[in-house]
């Protein structure tokens, strides 16, 4: 693989390592948090209704509210109606989107009760119509992100990519599970692979239960697909991509962060969501996600429940320093 040519169309990523969009979590604040660490070569935002982008819905504005920074990035749309997607789509072109990604792999009943996520995988020709009209409408690169199919009776995903391919779809993402196990049992990547060998140009970029540099390491190489998407890991680990992307150039991964660096970058979290979304909010959020980073810091007994209680910034810069004796200054 030549690691520094992941394409999606005329677009060249600086890294084969991708972003996964999580709904609710991969947002603007994250993604501004993980983008300085190095590693990164695309981040998505998650998944947003084209009809309530084009009403204009706070929800979705909030969805799709990116800023310079914040590049390359591609906005995620999911539905069936080819009307509001080419509509939707060419706004997304217009605000910030490099590239438009189609969510066929949401196994979440609210989506695939109206036909959407993971639904179009039980109609490939409405899924491959959908794709050729949204290709056909915009400039920027189209991708589609998929499970392998929606139960063991109907894997599709090689059969779908061709056909995505031949529609002017510049990659596939495979999340190499089907619906049915939404998110047990074991990622396949002999079907991953199944998909890369049954593509002809575009890159397949692997996805699911990449936990570590070692696991995106052996995904590429069990699969042969170009690119690496990684969620859940992320989330507790930003580190991950400059790490990965270190062991896949070099093939060595960096020495850990230190507390100071780990410590550093839970505050700049906080930061980013208090900038973009307001102190009640940073504070609602950080509640939990706060614990989700201690876990990879020294134990201070009491924390992860303080933290669950705060309703002010001031409470959270207070405990940080009380347990850690930093100095944990705003720099709002
Ligand atoms: C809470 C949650 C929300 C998700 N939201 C989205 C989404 O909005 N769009 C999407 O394509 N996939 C979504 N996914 C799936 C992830 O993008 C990814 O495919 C999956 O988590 C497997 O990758 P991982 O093991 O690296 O997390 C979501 C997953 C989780 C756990």
Redesign the pocket.
């Known amino acids: 693989m030549d690691r520094d040519m992941l394409s999606l169309g005329t677009l060249a990523l600086a890294s084969p390592l991708l972003l996964?969009?999580?709904?609710?979590?991969c947002d603007l604040a994250f993604r501004l948090l993980v983008r300085p660490l190095g590693g990164l070569g695309l981040a998505c935002t998650?998944?947003v209704n084209p009809r309530g982008l084009l009403r204009a819905t706070p929800k979705s504005m909030e969805l799709v509210s990116t800023d310079p920074r914040d590049r390359p990035l591609s906005i995620?749309l999911y539905g069936t109606e080819p009307g509001p997607m080419t509509d939707a789509a060419q706004w997304c072109q217009e605000h910030g989107a490099d590239v438009i990604d189609l969510?066929m792999?949401?196994p979440a009943a609210k989506i695939t009760r109206h036909a959407g996520g993971a639904a179009l995988l039980c109609d490939p020709r409405l899924a491959v119509e959908l794709a050729r009209r949204v290709v056909g409408a915009v400039r920027v690169p189209v991708t589609v992100?998929m499970r392998l199919g929606w139960d063991d009776d109907s894997i599709v995903a090689p059969e779908l990519a061709a056909a995505m391919e031949d529609a002017g779809v510049a990659g596939v993402t495979v999340?190499g599970r089907t619906a049915a196990q939404r998110?047990g049992g074991q990622v396949r990547l002999t079907e991953i692979a199944r998909v890369v060998a049954r593509v002809r140009r575009i890159p397949v970029i692997g996805?699911?239960?990449?936990r570590s540099p070692a696991d995106a390491r052996t995904m590429i190489e069990r699969t042969g697909c170009r690119g690496v998407?990684?969620?859940?890991?992320a989330l507790r680990d930003p580190w991950i991509f400059r790490d990965t992307y270190a062991l896949l150039t070099t093939g060595h991964v960096p020495p850990p962060p230190s507390i100071t660096d780990r410590l550093a970058l839970v505050i700049r979290h906080f930061e980013n969501l208090r900038a973009l979304r307001g102190d009640r909010i940073a504070c609602v959020i950080f509640r939990q996600r706060a614990s989700w980073y201690l876990g990879s810091l020294p134990d201070r007994p009491g924390l992860r429940q303080q933290i669950r209680l705060i309703t002010s910034p001031q409470q959270f810069y207070h405990l940080i320093e009380t347990h850690w004796g930093t100095t944990a200054t705003s720099t709002r």
């Open positions: 996964s969009p999580i709904a609710r979590y998650d998944l995620q969510n792999g949401c992100k999340h998110f996805n699911g239960d990449v998407m990684i969620g859940r890991a």
